[in-house]
């Protein structure tokens, strides 16, 4: 069980991480480009908004994992 | 409006009266004065360090950088600020468990014992105090300079920065931490409804978002996309930026206290995920001020700007809620970095509590005060380090982030690195040592120094010695 939960934990910090990079690179923030739009809203604001959900969903998921984990209480 | 303004306030004041005296502490010790108990639920933690994080430059910054630089201002405060959160809840369990075993008091005191030298303790009090001090100051005057120009003749702008300083002390030195964070609570509140109500109207001037980058596009393209018409949000920029955030949780220790007294691991992971929540949700806002902002007030100065999205162009009800709110998020970040330089002064402290309590109540007021003058006779200077004050800070993340995940016994590698990166940063600004070195930004330069350091650290200075944590 401690086994998957760190499995988990290191699969998790791979997405972080490669989101992490991601978001530094032509793929978020494209120069001087504003297509395509989605819903009116312009590339880089509507992946920045996905970006940042992708950060809040990768730390609920982490937050599950260690609801079990030993802590400091 | 002045009316207005003044209902507003005694509303405000009244609230803030009322949660004074419930939290008044007759025995003042480090736990319960300091450390607000150290059991605080998730609720009041996600306001308090919400609060704490979304200063003045939330309401004023974030939509001007937006209206001036673009919708890279998403990438440069929401992404990282979401970042933020995940390094939060991998780390900040580590620090809640060493903090409890080694009788926390202040990150400065922390550092002491892990590095067991006095160095590190005196580089991260030395850090937070070269760093907030100014940042505090130049707040407290940008809002009191900001309440002079929309009542210019009622009080001069220090007597503002007076009254604003005034009411933080007595209730910090009343109730201490608890009390900040019951007002960090109310202050919260206040700024999230003012800031989605104005948000929300400039959105309405347009008939909706669609319509807003449209007519954003008519003015200036450049704006919806990166680097923006100044050429400010390069890949350099960005990574610098999400560096300096993403460590804050650790190198600012009024939002490091934070993760440590929470009452439990559950209530931090709650509180953390609620913060990711409650940044989208509350620079979202800042976005629509700022496009609204670009296409009404292109060539407008930054005063003249926020004078007309929070006051002028508002039903005046709105505005004074607007002018409230402004306040509350300069007081509810100001308060807290005041109290945590207290706090850090009380960590280094080998005194008997009682003592070491009356002289951080000392401090805490010296500190307010020095906050006051540097608001009131602000330089060039001042202003430069409290732009840089996130990324100064960012600079001890290193040195702390090994002295809490590190089980080896350390060496003053760490201690010795980070003094001299923040001496060269500090030059550097100054202009002293050039900004940049080839092709890289002497941050990134510092940064890989660092970085370089925690190698040698970790894995080239070994040490048959393990600590028994």
Avoid at chain 2, 19 to 27: A, D, G, I, Q
Wanted: hydrophobic share 55%.
């Amino acid at each position: 069980m401690k086994m998957k939960r760190t499995t988990l934990l290191r699969v998790l910090d791979c997405l972080a991480i490669l989101t992490f990079i991601a978001t530094f690179s032509p793929l978020v923030i494209p120069e001087n480009e504003i297509r395509p739009f989605l819903m009116g809203i312009p590339y880089t604001m509507w992946m920045g908004f996905l970006v940042s959900v992708i950060f809040v969903v990768l730390a609920y998921f982490v937050s599950i994992i260690n609801k079990e984990e030993r802590n400091a209480d | 409006m002045l009316i207005k303004f003044i209902i507003a306030s005694v509303v405000y004041l009244g609230i803030l009266i009322f949660l004074v005296r419930r939290t008044r502490l007759k025995e003042k010790t480090t736990s319960n004065y300091l450390l607000g108990g150290g059991n605080i639920g998730f609720v009041i933690g996600l306001f308090t360090t919400a609060a704490t994080l979304f200063s003045a430059f939330t309401v004023v910054g974030m939509p001007d950088f937006f209206r001036t630089h673009g919708v890279g201002a998403w990438i440069f405060l929401a992404v990282s600020d979401t970042m933020m959160v995940y390094a939060l809840l991998r780390v900040g369990e580590i620090l809640r468990r060493k903090a409890r075993k080694l009788d926390f008091k202040g990150m400065s005191g922390l550092m002491a014992t892990t590095y067991e030298t006095k160095l590190a303790g005196y580089v991260a009090f030395g850090g937070a105090v070269i760093f907030l001090i100014p940042y505090i100051a130049v707040q407290i005057s940008g809002i009191s300079i900001f309440l002079n120009a929309a009542f210019p003749d009622a009080i001069p702008v220090w007597a503002w920065s007076l009254i604003i300083v005034g009411i933080m002390i007595v209730y910090s030195e009343t109730g201490g931490l608890r009390a900040i964070m019951y007002n960090d609570t109310l202050q919260g509140i206040l700024l999230f409804v003012t800031i989605w109500i104005i948000g929300w109207n400039c959105i309405d001037h347009f008939g909706g978002i669609t319509s807003m980058f449209e007519k954003v596009a008519l003015v200036k393209e450049e704006l919806l996309s990166v680097p923006g018409p100044n050429g400010l949000f390069t890949a350099q920029f960005f990574i610098i930026s999400a560096i300096a955030i993403i460590s804050l949780p650790f190198t600012q220790p009024q939002i490091s206290t934070r993760v440590v007294i929470m009452k439990s691991s559950k209530a931090l992971r709650k509180m953390a995920i609620g913060l990711g929540v409650v940044a989208i949700l509350v620079i979202l806002p800042t976005m629509f001020m700022g496009m609204y902002g670009a296409v009404l007030y292109p060539d407008a100065t930054t005063q003249e700007f926020i004078g007309h999205v929070l006051l002028y162009d508002q039903a005046s009800g709105v505005a004074a809620l607007g002018l409230i709110g402004l306040i509350a998020a300069a007081i509810s970040t100001s308060d807290s970095q005041i109290f945590a330089l207290g706090s850090e002064l009380r960590s280094l402290l080998n005194l008997d509590d009682k003592k070491a309590i009356s002289i951080t109540r000392i401090f805490i007021m010296v500190f307010g005060l020095l906050a006051l003058i540097f608001s009131i006779v602000s330089t060039e200077h001042l202003v430069l380090l409290a732009r840089t004050s996130f990324t100064g800070t960012a600079m001890m993340g290193p040195m702390i982030l090994v002295g809490i995940l590190s089980r080896k016994k350390l060496s003053k590698l760490m201690p010795i690195v980070t003094l001299l990166a923040l001496v060269v940063f500090i030059l550097s600004k100054m202009g002293m040592v050039p900004s940049q070195i080839w092709l890289l930004q002497t941050e990134i330069v510092l940064f890989s120094v660092l970085a370089l350091a925690v190698f040698f650290e970790l894995v080239v200075i070994r040490s048959t010695k393990v600590k028994s944590d």
